[in-house]
């Protein structure tokens, strides 16, 4: 069974930093799709910033492009997301998510076969 958990998530003042894991068990790691996602209250998810696992490749919301950073740890089975100079609109649940090994996939639509629980950021003024 995969599981993603997610961890890293906080409260900080605007201009601060923090950094997401996302641990993947079960998963075969080292397939081709994996991201960031995130859902404030009262808005639709978005993709944050995806990569691909095999290559490197990524792709980020213009939102936080220069201000994040998707890494992976393939040893670890770990993914990252470093996240700069955090503004108040960047607060919300953050998911990482996966494509199944097996299927075919693009950084922006995925398919995201795999979720975690998430993790809250929340960012003040």
């Known amino acids: 069974q995969v599981q993603l958990v997610e961890s890293g998530g906080g409260s900080v003042q605007a201009g601060g930093s923090l950094r997401l894991s996302c641990a993947a068990a079960?998963?075969?790691?080292?397939?081709?799709?994996m991201g960031w996602f995130r859902q404030a209250p009262g808005k639709e998810r978005e993709r944050v910033a995806t990569?691909?696992?095999?290559?490197?490749?990524?792709a980020y919301a213009d939102s936080v492009k220069g201000r994040f950073t998707i890494s992976q740890d393939n040893a670890k089975n770990i993914l990252y997301l470093q996240m700069n100079n955090l503004k108040p609109e960047d607060t919300a649940m953050y998911y990482c998510?996966?494509?199944?090994?097996?299927?075919?996939?693009?950084?922006?639509?995925?398919?995201?076969?795999?979720w975690g629980q998430g993790t809250q950021v929340i960012v003040s003024s």
């Open positions: 990569i691909f696992i095999r290559g490197g490749g990524t």
């Open positions: 998510a996966a494509a199944a090994p097996w299927r075919a996939c693009t950084l922006v639509e995925g398919p995201w076969d795999y």
């Open positions: 079960g998963y075969t790691y080292g397939s081709y799709c």
